[in-house]
């Protein structure tokens, strides 16, 4: 009788689309200071991750803001994904991050200072509370200038997180309440489709 080959065996199936819209998920969007653009990262996720599942996800404020204000519709979840805004408290968004199955979006600004900032946050969470945790987080530098602004992302990257994005400045972006997602320029759409992929959708 032959022995199989090591490897041989098939392949487990791939998920079900339904059994992945029941999976319960958790994306947590944090600031490394009040100001950064966390509301808006959390908001444009949200109705990304959405449309990507065909879903509305759950969206969750945590920081007092304006999550719901700027959220590009506002219908009742369907799916058990969920963003949470944290606002300026990484900390405790790394704590509830630390599952495994969840992952972490850090926002800062996309200058010098900025990167600097996101740099030395990292840093306080790269061993607790779970060391995996960076290379399960994704890094966003939010550009307001009306120029883009040159940054070098290295020293982030250095720190061993999952990818690093600059969300460059958007006139849809820019204006105050609901983002309007259809009036969304190009390099603002591509920086939403490689966050998503970054984070496993």
Known sequence: MSTPRPGSAPLPPMPSRRAALQRARTVL?????????????????????GGRLGVVVQATDHSGGELAARLPALEPATSRVTVHDMGAHLGPAAALAATPENCLVVVGRATADGVADVRAALASIAHEPDPTLLGRSVVVLVDRAAK?????????????????????ADRSLARPGRIEVAGLGRPAVTTMSELLAALGW
């Open 29 to 49: 969007v944090t600031g490394v200071a009040g100001g950064t653009g966390t509301t808006t990262v959390a908001a444009l996720l949200a109705d990304a991750v």
């Open 148 to 168: 883009p602004t040159t940054v070098d992302p290295r020293p982030v990257h250095e720190t061993g997180v999952a990818a690093v994005f600059v969300l460059r």
